[in-house]
């Protein structure tokens, strides 16, 4: 069982930055996929951000060029750098785990985006 603890969201302006943070208990960290998801309310849970053990990322569409994903394996963490942020980024936002057929989520921190 992995435990996956969000932080770092919270309110800010058009334009502005976060960096969220997910903190993993396991001490087999470094060989997960990491993802960072989120979900507005009345709709489905998407996947934002993903980086694989050996580092190689994807974003969604929506974020190039203004998130960026990173881990620190040391620190068991996986961040998500949010820049430029727009009302539309309005979301919780959840990190999740993968290993094989092992998936693990935590419990969402949320992200409002609002002047």
């Known amino acids: 069982q992995v435990q996956l603890v969000e932080s770092g969201g919270g309110l800010v302006q058009p334009g502005g930055s976060l960096r969220l943070s997910c903190a993993a208990s396991?001490?087999?960290?470094?060989?997960?996929?990491m993802g960072w998801y989120r979900q507005a309310p009345g709709k489905q849970r998407d996947l934002v951000a993903r980086?694989?053990?050996?580092?190689?990322?994807i974003y969604a569409d929506s974020v190039k060029g203004r998130f960026t994903i990173s881990r620190d394996n040391a620190k068991k963490t996986v961040y998500l750098q949010m820049n430029s942020l727009k009302p539309e980024d309005t979301a919780v936002y959840y990190c999740?785990?993968?290993?094989?057929?092992?998936?693990?989520w935590g419990q969402g921190t949320q992200v409002t985006v609002s002047s």
């Open positions: 999740k785990a993968d290993l094989a057929t092992l998936t693990y």
């Open positions: 396991s001490t087999m960290f470094s060989i997960y996929t």
């Open positions: 980086i694989t053990s050996g580092g190689s990322t």
